[in-house]
């Protein structure tokens, strides 16, 4: 693993002509330069799977997790708590207090988040994303909590009804100089955004569907989307865009 430092360096070469887009691969399986962007005390999971892969990870944390307070979050009253991000999975079992309510998580990686912390989710959509959960919820909600990020899209807000606990802030990091890489990836819209705006064209391998478009809106080039949208997802589609 490599920590970013020296030289811009050019990615290595490789040929996409006549492969679509979400199938090019990077050379038939030979090793690759991985560009992490998680922030890096998060990265050691991930990064450990694409090293026994055989790849080369250079360490580029693009966003930064600070906690809104330490004050508690009082569940009392609520039927539901919505968890939007393994960030605001960790923060409210931090600082939760009170009854626990049934939880639903938008996806695999959030559910796993909770299950580490000896909290099961009783609701996972089968589409991770925030349109999906909120098609799969049941009606009447009842009271609902969303608990997520400062600033987070308020699709089940508002679908919901629910109340709003701002957990986190994720703030944007910005290198000293651009990675050199074969591969970028991004777990996040903020990481994704962040990536754009040092204007690398480096090929990128996202999470799911929301942080692909943050992507594309940013001028990233997609050549991977994970198919299921957690740790092992990822892993998966790293794999996949270096054609092994």
Same mark, same amino acid.
């Given at each position: 693993?490599?920590?970013? *430092?020296?030289?811009? +360096?050019?990615?290595?070469?490789?040929?996409?002509?006549?492969?679509?887009?979400?199938?090019?691969?990077? *050379?038939?399986?030979?090793?690759?330069?991985?560009?992490?962007?998680?922030?890096?005390?998060?990265?050691? %999971?991930?990064?450990?799977?694409?090293?026994?892969?055989?790849?080369?990870?250079?360490?580029?944390?693009?966003?930064?997790?600070?906690?809104?307070?330490?004050? %508690?979050?009082?569940?009392?009253?609520?039927?539901?708590?919505?968890?939007?991000?393994?960030?605001?999975?960790?923060?409210?079992?931090? =600082?939760?207090?009170?009854?626990?309510? +049934?939880?639903?998580?938008?996806?695999?990686?959030?559910?796993?988040?909770? =299950?580490?912390?000896?909290?099961?989710?009783?609701?996972? %959509?089968?589409?991770?994303?925030?349109? *999906?959960?909120?098609?799969?919820?049941?009606?009447?909600?009842?009271?609902?909590?969303?608990?997520?990020?400062?600033?987070?899209?308020?699709?089940?807000?508002?679908?919901?009804?629910?109340?709003?606990?701002?957990?986190?802030?994720?703030?944007?990091? =910005?290198?000293?100089?651009? %990675?050199?890489?074969?591969?970028?990836?991004?777990?996040?819209?903020?990481?994704?955004?962040?990536? *754009?705006?040092?204007?690398?064209?480096?090929?990128?391998?996202?999470?799911?569907?929301?942080?692909?478009?943050?992507?594309?809106?940013?001028?990233?080039?997609?050549?991977?989307?994970? +198919?299921?949208?957690?740790?092992?997802?990822?892993?998966?589609?790293?794999?996949?865009?270096?054609?092994?």
């Amino acid at each position: 693993m490599l920590a970013v *430092g020296g030289g811009r +360096k050019p990615p290595h070469p490789f040929n996409w002509v006549g492969l679509d887009p979400y199938a090019r691969t990077l *050379g038939m399986g030979r090793a690759v330069r991985v560009i992490v962007t998680r922030p890096r005390d998060q990265a050691a %999971p991930f990064v450990e799977r694409i090293e026994a892969l055989g790849h080369e990870v250079v360490v580029c944390p693009l966003i930064e997790i600070v906690p809104t307070g330490d004050d %508690p979050v009082d569940t009392t009253g609520y039927d539901w708590v919505v968890l939007t991000s393994p960030n605001g999975a960790e923060q409210f079992a931090r =600082r939760r207090r009170g009854p626990l309510p +049934k939880l639903a998580a938008v996806g695999p990686g959030t559910a796993e988040t909770l =299950r580490e912390l000896d909290l099961e989710p009783q609701l996972v %959509p089968r589409l991770s994303t925030q349109e *999906g959960l909120l098609a799969e919820f049941p009606r009447p909600p009842g009271r609902v909590l969303v608990a997520a990020a400062r600033g987070a899209r308020r699709t089940l807000i508002d679908g919901l009804g629910a109340d709003f606990a701002p957990l986190y802030d994720t703030t944007l990091v =910005r290198p000293t100089e651009v %990675p050199a890489g074969d591969l970028v990836v991004l777990a996040s819209g903020s990481a994704a955004r962040s990536f *754009g705006a040092l204007g690398a064209d480096v090929p990128a391998v996202s999470i799911g569907p929301q942080t692909t478009r943050a992507a594309e809106l940013a001028g990233l080039h997609v050549v991977a989307e994970a +198919k299921t949208h957690d740790l092992d997802g990822l892993v998966d589609a790293v794999a996949a865009a270096a054609g092994q």
